[in-house]
């Protein structure tokens, strides 16, 4: 898909690693990594497998196959900084939190409209049901933006398999987060129709580190497109010059 490319900048010492959500693309948090290039930091922003180009692709596709991504790009990224920082947007900041809880010399983690609550047992069920009656996708959300002129480059729909290895993931997640000692900023739009507010008091509750909470009062879920997008990027822009200029650090594989 045109634009849904994976985006670098060179930079640093500080570096920030920038992760978009399910079904979307490193186009949808462009504007954030665009930011923290510009104040100088090295940035990288992967596409996930499976995401950016046919959604049969990312049928075969699982949660551990974009955490590896993830990490994979953190390592590049910290052999070559004095710290690195992780951004994410949804499942891009569940992603961000499990790569936190195992990696402890992360410097700080941004969390936009984070999903990190475990899901109800009768989604799971349903999901179930549809895979053994023969579905693999499912029909999508579609792009949560308030703004009438914003756009999100995304897939239309949901693959229900890799769906599935995403909330069971959220499971395991749960006692992940309280090794979470690094400062965490948590961005929350007070109107998000595809994942609760609650999960970010969720994620505040669990975390050890210090936690920073920022309303964004005017955006739906793509926080990033929407119209809080400006205030979006100078907050992750000055928590993340912050935590990187305050925490060298060296990366270890897990």
């Known amino acids: 898909m045109p634009g849904a490319e994976a985006w670098s900048a ?5 570096g920030a690693l920038v992760v978009h959500g399910f079904t979307g693309t490193p186009a ?18 992967p596409r996930l497998p499976g995401h950016g180009t ?27 900084c004095s710290a690195v920082a992780v951004m994410g947007l949804s499942m891009g900041a569940t992603l961000a939190c499990r790569l936190a809880a195992r990696h402890p010399e992360v410097a700080g983690v941004v969390a936009v409209n984070p999903l990190v609550l475990p899901a109800e047992p009768e989604l799971l069920e349903l999901i179930g049901l549809m895979l053994d009656a023969g579905e693999t996708v499912s029909e999508g959300v579609g792009a949560d933006l308030a703004d009438p002129d914003a756009q999100e480059l995304s897939y239309d729909g949901s693959p229900l398999a890799p769906a599935r290895s995403l909330y069971e993931a ?21 109107h998000d129709h595809v994942v609760h507010p609650e999960n970010s008091d969720h994620l505040a ?14 955006s739906y879920h793509v926080a990033t497109l929407d119209h809080d997008k400006e205030e979006v ?3 992750t822009v000055e928590f993340v010059l912050k935590a990187t200029s305050a925490r ?5 594989e897990s």
């Open 54 to 80: 046919r959604i049969d692709d990312m049928v075969p596709t699982r949660f551990d196959d974009w955490s590896a991504a993830v990490e994979a790009a953190y390592l590049d990224l910290a052999a070559r």
């Open 10 to 14: 060179p930079g640093g010492p500080g």
């Open 28 to 45: 949808t948090v462009r504007p954030v990594a665009e930011a923290l290039a510009g104040a100088g930091l090295a940035v990288e922003s």
């Open 170 to 190: 959220l499971a395991t997640l749960q006692d992940e987060l309280a090794l979470i000692t690094c400062p965490v900023l948590i961005l929350t739009s007070t």
């Open 233 to 235: 990027a100078e907050r």
């Open 205 to 218: 509750a669990r975390v050890r580190g210090p936690v920073e909470r920022v309303p964004l009062d005017r």
């Open 248 to 252: 060298p650090t060296k990366a270890v």
